[in-house]
DNA sequence: TCTGGGGTCCTTTTCCTT
DNA sequence: TCTGAAGGAAAAGGACCC
């Protein structure tokens, strides 16, 4: 994809919009009384605990005492957490952290389900708010867009200091929630730049600050950049970005492959020329679950069929409800040993029926070798079309390569997984 | 101290057909 | 009938992101 033709020869000004602390923030402005304190979002989706919300069901939420709410150490359960207030980093809790972990660094610290529902309310309301003022804005999980300054009104003024100004406090004063923005000519470097004045900041970064505000920067910095590749450039020496930049493409494709050493090079330059994509369609939806202890294929057999079958039913559900069917089911196994592995298989018709999904990822499990103990199941679907629009794909002779009976080689019984009955 | 859930995209391997 | 190459699609795995 290139630019779109652009009448003038206005300068491309792409931003980045990242939502401060968001699922932490959402919680405070229920809880204002706890901020300023420890507090770990996480371990879980149920509402705020039971007891407690009848306990005050005669008082506003927010006149809940502090003292009152579940402490990180009478946690017992595999959650991680989603993000900890800054009271609650300052012991070395971060997102992502094991809650057993974070317990250990700060048990005293309040430990606050996510309530998805309404984190998704603020996702839907700050992004109408952004489409009001700058229509083209690409959706970036929940709490992240990408909004194309260039051709909106005021876009370019102050390299888009004052359109960002005027997100921010539009966002603000209609959810009382902040977030950082970065504007740049691309959105590998917004993205870059809504980190350099968090929380509440603006960055305007430009070509002349490559050498001086990007170059210096870690690998890592880098969105595409993880901790394999990471591992894999500080082995060769590489640590910051200007360390990519120096070295000769072709070094890059041969140490990291043609198509992401080319990518890392030009990452490292600061070039990027993908589009503002203001739609796209699901590829695939699948839904997965962690066991809270590990479980046995045939020891827990009636345990992971109920499981299953859950799971199977509330993609269905999913399916149906967001208007989709699909051609591919496939599911997800981790094992005790943290080993994944998955199975697949393509119908010849797409469906988004639960019984039929049930069958079909039933079949998929009968190719795997179910030993040792699992820690997490998952159900996925996709190949995915409207119902009655086939999707494009060619329709050749849609014959399974070879049928689950034929590869159920491991011994299984059949039906294994089924509930009982 | 063990490590969630929901996705995307890419690469490699496997299978099938010609 | 067997063998091998080539190419495409599906399956499997893995890295990465929020």
Sequence with gaps: MTDTAAPAALPRRIAHLDMDAFYASVELLRYPQLKGLPVV???????????????????????????AFPRLKDYAGRGVATTATYPARRFGVGSA????????????????????????????????IITDIAPVMQDRGIDEVYI??????????????????????????ATGLTCSIGVAPNKLLAKMASEFNKPN??????????????????????????????????????KTIGDIAAQPREALVERFGKSYGAWLHEAAWGRDDRPVETSSEPVSMSRET????????????????????????????????KGYVGRTVGVKLR?????????????PQPTADAAVLRREAGLC????????????????????SRPGEEENTPQVSAKPRKSATENAANGQAPGLFDEAG
């Design 41 to 67: 979002i996480g371990g879980g989706r149920r509402r705020l605990d039971e007891a407690l919300a009848e306990r005050y069901a005669d008082r506003p939420t927010s006149e809940i005492p502090p003292e």
């Design 97 to 128: 952290m094991g809650l057993m972990k974070a317990a250990k660094l700060c048990p005293e610290a309040i430990l606050l389900p996510v309530d998805f529902d309404e984190v998704k309310r603020f996702s839907r309301q700050f992004k109408a």
């Design 148 to 173: 194309d300054f260039t051709e909106v009104p005021g876009g370019q003024r102050e390299g888009g200091r004052v359109l960002a100004r005027l997100i921010q406090k539009s966002i603000f004063q």
């Design 201 to 238: 900041g603006i960055a305007i970064v430009g070509p002349q600050d490559l050498e001086g505000s990007i170059w210096p920067l870690a690998v890592r910095k880098i969105n595409g950049i993880g901790p394999k590749a990471e591992e894999k450039l500080h082995g060769l020496g590489l």
């Design 290 to 321: 962690t066991f809270e202890r590990d479980l046995h294929a045939v020891r827990d057999r009636a345990e992971l069929g109920a499981i299953f079958t859950w799971l199977c039913e509330k993609l269905a559900a999913d399916l149906a409800r």
């Design 335 to 347: 094992f005790d040993d943290f080993k994944i592995v998955t199975r697949d298989q393509t119908l």
């Design 365 to 384: 499990l009968k190719r795997v070798d179910l030993s040792r103990k699992l820690r997490l199941l998952g159900v996925r679907m996709g190949t995915l």
